[in-house]
């Protein structure tokens, strides 16, 4: 029993130790083959193409030019940086004044566009939340904890926003919008509105809950930043 404890202790240590690097290196290889069949080969037939026409009779034959830039992996890696490149410009001249205006007018056409206009603006809602943390910060305010689903259970909440509601005659209350996310994908989850003196403010960030959410909470905060919460817990006890 003790060799067989002993060989599970191990057994998980190194599994612990060697899965972050391996779901590292699996989101890489993901990402590579995406950027390589949606973006790469075009990047490369456009290099065929260019090089066909800029070398002019007597070059190296298309037929040629396509086996080692499409086909080939010295081309797949050229077309994969050429790729990089080109995301990397786009969003230097996105962050330009000209740049901007371009893509509004860009993004004008689109909404104009009868089918498009239905789908784009909830991508670009996703997209700019996964990629932009002013997105983010300006989505979620704040971090609090909340008794839900029960009173006595906490569960870690994004602030949406606020509402003052009137409950009874001449009486208004503040209501916090609350957002309770699901490990391990905090971008799905439940929407509450609880009255704001029923919540704890937690002193993180909201990457900070985030990685704590997609963790399933191994990945934890400073004990201190649990002290609102702590008090609050032996205040509804004591």
């Not at 083959?33 to 973006?39: A, L, M, R, S």
């Not at 830039?69 to 786009?90: D, M, P, R, T």
């Not at 909830?122 to 839900?148: G, H, I, M, N, W």
């Not at 990685?211 to 004591?238: C, K």
Request: glycine share 8%; with cysteine.
């Amino acid at each position: 029993m003790g060799v067989t404890r002993r060989l599970k202790s191990y057994f998980l240590r190194g599994l612990a130790v060697l899965l972050p690097t391996i779901l590292t290196i699996w989101i890489f290889g993901w990402a590579y083959t995406f950027i390589q069949e949606n973006v790469t080969v075009y990047i490369n037939r456009g290099l065929v193409w260019l090089l066909v026409r800029a070398q002019g009779e007597g070059g190296i034959p298309e037929s040629r030019l396509t086996e080692i830039l499409v086909e080939g992996a010295a081309g797949s890696i050229i077309g994969f940086f050429v790729g990089l490149v080109v995301v990397c410009l786009v969003g230097a001249l996105l962050a330009s004044v000209v740049g901007k205006a371009v893509w509004l007018m860009i993004e004008s056409f689109i909404m104009n566009v009868p089918v498009l206009k239905r789908i784009y603006p909830y991508v670009k809602q996703v997209t700019d939340f996964v990629f932009t943390p002013q997105e983010q910060q300006k989505l979620f305010s704040r971090v609090v904890a909340v008794e839900y689903p029960r009173k006595g259970m906490w569960s870690i909440g994004f602030v949406t926003g606020s509402r003052r509601i009137k409950v009874a005659e001449n009486v208004e209350k503040e209501f916090l919008i609350i957002m309770i996310p699901t490990a391990p994908t905090p971008v799905t989850g439940y929407v509450i509105m609880v009255v704001k003196e029923q919540t704890v403010a937690l002193d993180m960030t909201v990457e900070e809950a985030f990685r704590f959410i997609v963790s399933a909470g191994v990945v934890a905060p400073e004990s201190r930043r649990w002290s609102p919460l702590q008090e609050s817990f032996a205040g509804s006890i004591g």
